[in-house]
C-alpha cells in the first residue's frame, strides 16, 4: 500500500534562524522529515521545542534559513511570494488554536473565503462552502456569526476552511487547546474520520492523548526530531493516561 | 476571478460592516471637498465680478487728457499747453477709422441742482450720445439716456446717477420732473443703472449728472474739453490707435509726436488684463487653501487606515495563510481608500452644488457681498476637486496598504 502513497512533504537538514538585533536563536537545527499522503502525524514536544516553526515552514508561511523543503517536489525557497499564497490557498489547510475567524463573517463566508483567493464564482463558492459546513455537521449554522457560536462550532467552520480548496494536507496546531476536553474530543474524532476518508493531516498537540490516536507521533527537542515512531515515546505514555 | 475582483468584494464587505468609521471619514472628505468647491466657486464668482467692474467705465475705453509739452518744436518753446477741442475730436474721427465711438467731456464740480426745496451739490459733466455704449451709462428701465438729438437741438435734458437721484428726490419717481441746474430748469430722462465702479476718473458715475455737450456749452460758454473718450474698433490694438492720436495731435498743435507729456491716455483694457491677473492669482490662493483643507481630510483617511490596518493584522495574516496573494490586500485597502474618497467627495460636490445653487438664487443688497460676487462653478473647478480627490484617495491608501501587504503572516497571525 505504501507504494501508492506520495510524497507530500520532503524536508533535508532544514534550519530556521531567528535573528533580533545581534542575538540569533536556531529555532530548527536540521530536521529530515518526510510525509506522505493519507498519514496522520502527530507532533508533541515541550513549549519552544520549534513545533510551531516547523509548522510555519511545512505551511510555507515562512521559508528555511537552510536545508531544503519541497512540498510535492517543488522547492519551496525558490517560490514567489504569489506562488507560495497560490501554493497554501490550493495544497494547504490550516486549523489554528484560536480559530481565526473572521468576526464580521458568517460561518459560511468564512469557509468560502479560501475558494474567493482560489478565484472560485460565487455560485461555486457558496455550494462548496455549505457542503463543507455539511461534512463538518454544521449545515443548519451556515448563516451564523462567529459570536453566535460555541467554542467547538467555531473550530468546526475552521475545519470546513481548511478543506474548501481540497488540499494535500492539513496542518492543525494545537486545534483543541482552547476548548473543554469532551468538545476537543469532538473534534480529534472530525480529523480521525477526515484521516480514514484518504486525509492527510499534521496535528501539532500538547495532548498526548490526541497524539495516540495518530498513526505516527514525531517529537521535537531544542530545535530536532527526537522521536520518530507510531508509538508515543516511552517515558511519556504514562503521563499520557 | 482577478485579484482585483478579490480586493474590492474583500473592501466591499468590510465598508459595510464598518459603518461608524466609515461614516466619519465620509464626512471628513464630504466637508473637504466641500470646503475646497466653495472656496474655488467664491474664486471664480469674485473674478467674473471684478471683471464686470472694471468694464463698468464701459466696453474699454481710452481716456485722454491734454498735457504741456516739455520740449522745444519747431521754433516754438516748452511748456505750452495742449488743449482738447471740437476740432480734434471732429479731426480724430476723419483721420483715424480704427476709432469705433469719439466724444468729448466737460465737467464742472460741485454745480448746485435743486428740485422743489431740495437742493444738493454734484459733478455736472457735458457728453454726448455715445457715453450710453462706450462708458455704460445705461438708462434704467423706463428712462433713457441722451441722444443726437439732445445734442443738436442742445435740449435742457439731464441724466443722473442712481447715487444722485436718490439724494435729490429721495423715493420720488425722478423721470420726468423739472429740477433747476444752476437755476436752469432741465427735464429729467434718466436715471444710470446702479453699477459698481472700480476705476473711475472725477468721481463715480452713480453719483453725477449728464447733459448734452451742447446743452453745457450754451450755460458755461465754450472752451476745451476736459476730456476725451474713445473706444476702438473689435480686434484692433488701442496702442496703435494712440500713436496715431499723437500724430493727429501733434500736427495740429505743433508739437514733438514724442513727447509723451503733450497727451495723457488711460487705456483701461490694461485694467482688464490686471484685474484678470490678480484674479487668477487670488483663485490660486483659494484653491490652495481649499486643498489643503481636503489634504487635512486625507491625513484623516490615511490615519483610519493605518488604524484599520494595525487592528486588522491577524486577520491579514489569516487571509495570507489561507491564500490570498499580497496584491489582493493591497486593492483592499487601496479600494477602501478610493471608495471612502470617491463616495465622500461625491457627496461634498453634491453638496456645494446645491449651496452654490441655492445662492445664485438669493439676491444681495449687501454692498460688500454685491462686491464679492456670486459663487460659480466652473469645469476647471470641478475637474480640480475630482483631481485633487483621486490623488487623496491613492495617496492615503498606499502606505498602509505597503504595510499591510508587507506583513509576515507568521507575526501577523500572532500579533494580539
Given amino acids: 500500500m505504501n507504494e501508492t502513497r506520495t510524497e507530500v512533504i520532503r524536508m533535508e537538514g532544514v534550519r530556521k534562524t531567528y535573528r533580533s538585533g545581534a542575538i540569533e536563536f536556531e529555532a530548527l537545527r536540521g530536521i529530515d522529515l518526510t510525509i506522505r499522503s493519507h498519514e496522520m502525524l502527530a507532533v508533541i514536544g515541550p513549549s519552544g521545542s520549534g513545533k510551531s516553526t516547523l509548522m510555519n515552514l511545512m505551511g510555507c508561511l515562512d521559508v528555511p534559513s537552510g536545508g531544503l523543503y519541497r512540498f510535492e ?118 480529523f480521525v474520520k477526515l484521516w480514514n476518508e484518504g486525509g492527510t493531516i499534521v496535528l501539532i498537540t500538547h495532548d498526548l492523548r490526541l497524539a495516540g490516536a495518530c498513526s505516527r507521533i514525531l517529537k521535537i527537542e531544542d530545535g530536532l526530531i527526537v522521536h520518530d515512531g507510531d508509538a508515543v515515546p516511552d517515558g511519556e505514555e504514562a503521563l499520557a493516561h | 476571478m482577478s485579484s482585483l475582483a478579490q480586493g474590492l468584494s474583500l473592501t466591499w464587505r468590510n465598508l459595510s460592516r464598518r459603518r461608524s468609521r466609515a461614516t466619519l471619514i465620509l464626512f471628513a472628505v464630504a466637508w473637504g471637498t466641500l470646503s475646497m468647491m466653495m472656496l474655488l466657486a467664491f474664486g471664480e464668482g469674485l473674478k467674473i465680478q471684478m471683471l464686470k467692474s472694471a468694464e463698468s467705465l464701459g466696453a474699454s475705453p481710452v481716456i485722454l487728457w491734454g498735457g504741456n509739452t516739455t520740449r522745444p518744436w519747431h521754433g516754438m518753446k516748452a511748456g505750452r499747453d495742449v ?25 464742472r464740480w460741485a454745480v448746485e441742482m435743486r428740485w422743489g426745496s431740495k437742493s444738493v451739490s454734484a459733478r455736472l459733466t457735458g457728453v454726448t450720445a455715445c457715453f450710453e455704449k462706450i462708458r455704460s451709462h445705461h438708462p434704467q428701465r423706463g428712462s433713457r439716456f ?54 473711475m476718473y472725477g468721481g463715480p458715475d452713480v453719483d453725477k449728472a449728464s447733459i448734452a455737450l451742447s446743452t453745457f456749452e450754451t450755460i458755461f460758454g465754450e472752451g476745451p474739453y476736459n476730456n476725451v473718450v474713445y473706444s476702438v474698433k473689435p480686434g484692433v490694438g488701442t496702442e496703435a490707435v494712440e500713436a496715431k492720436v499723437r500724430e493727429v495731435f501733434a500736427r495740429r498743435h505743433r508739437f514733438d509726436p514724442t513727447d509723451e507729456s503733450a497727451l495723457h491716455f488711460w ?124 490623488g487623496i484617495g491613492c495617496f492615503a491608501g498606499t502606505l498602509p496598504a505597503r504595510r499591510a501587504s508587507r506583513l509576515n503572516p507568521v507575526e501577523a497571525l500572532r500579533h494580539e
Avoid at chain 1, 467554542?151 to 494535500?168: H, I, T
Avoid at chain 2, 435742457?156 to 420726468?176: H, N, Q, S, T
Fill in chain 2, 146 to 199: 441722451l441722444n443726437d438729438a439732445d445734442q443738436a437741438m442742445s435740449r435742457r435734458v439731464l441724466f443722473i446717477g442712481p447715487m444722485l437721484k436718490d439724494r435729490l428726490f429721495g423715493e420720488a419717481e425722478a423721470v420726468g420732473q423739472t429740477a433747476f441746474v444752476r437755476g436752469v430748469p432741465f427735464t429729467v430722462i434718466g436715471v444710470m443703472v446702479d453699477k459698481p465702479q472700480m476705476g
Fill in chain 1, 73 to 190: 517536489g517543488r522547492d519551496v525557497a525558490k517560490l514567489t511570494s504569489t506562488e507560495l499564497a497560490d501554493l497554501r490557498n490550493r495544497s494547504i489547510g490550516f486549523v489554528f488554536q484560536s480559530f481565526h475567524l473572521l468576526p464580521y463573517a458568517t460561518a459560511r463566508e468564512n469557509v468560502e473565503m479560501p475558494l474567493l483567493f482560489g478565484g472560485a464564482s460565487p455560485r461555486a463558492r457558496r455550494e462548496k462552502a455549505l457542503e463543507m459546513l455539511a461534512k463538518v455537521g454544521l449545515a443548519e449554522r451556515a448563516e451564523h456569526l462567529p459570536t453566535q457560536l460555541s467554542g467547538g462550532e467555531m473550530q468546526r467552520v475552521a475545519v470546513a476552511r481548511a478543506l474548501a480548496n481540497d488540499p494535500k494536507v492539513i496542518l492543525a496546531d494545537e486545534p483543541t487547546g482552547n476548548l473543554d476536553t469532551r468538545t476537543g474530543r469532538g473534534i480529534m474524532d472530525l
Fill in chain 2, 83 to 107: 488743449p482738447l477741442t471740437e476740432e480734434d475730436v471732429a479731426a480724430l474721427r476723419r483721420e483715424i477709422p480704427e476709432i469705433e465711438e469719439i466724444s468729448g467731456e466737460t465737467a
Fill in chain 2, 267 to 390: 487705456d483701461t483694457a490694461d485694467m482688464g488684463e490686471d484685474t484678470k491677473k490678480i484674479m487668477g492669482g487670488i483663485q490660486i490662493f483659494l484653491g490652495l487653501v481649499g486643498g489643503m483643507t481636503i489634504l487635512v481630510a486625507g491625513v484623516g483617511l490615511a490615519n483610519m487606515l493605518f488604524v484599520m490596518v494595525h487592528r486588522r493584522t491577524r486577520e491579514i495574516g489569516l487571509m495570507m495563510a489561507i491564500g490570498a496573494r499580497r496584491s489582493v490586500v493591497t486593492i483592499q485597502v487601496i479600494g477602501e481608500s478610493l471608495i471612502l474618497a470617491g463616495v465622500g467627495g461625491y457627496l461634498g460636490i453634491g453638496l456645494a452644488w446645491l449651496i452654490i445653487e441655492g445662492l445664485q438664487r438669493v439676491p444681495v443688497h449687501n454692498e460688500g457681498l454685491q462686491f464679492l460676487g456670486k459663487p460659480t462653478l466652473s469645469a476647471p473647478t470641478a475637474a480640480a476637486t475630482v483631481l485633487v480627490l483621486v
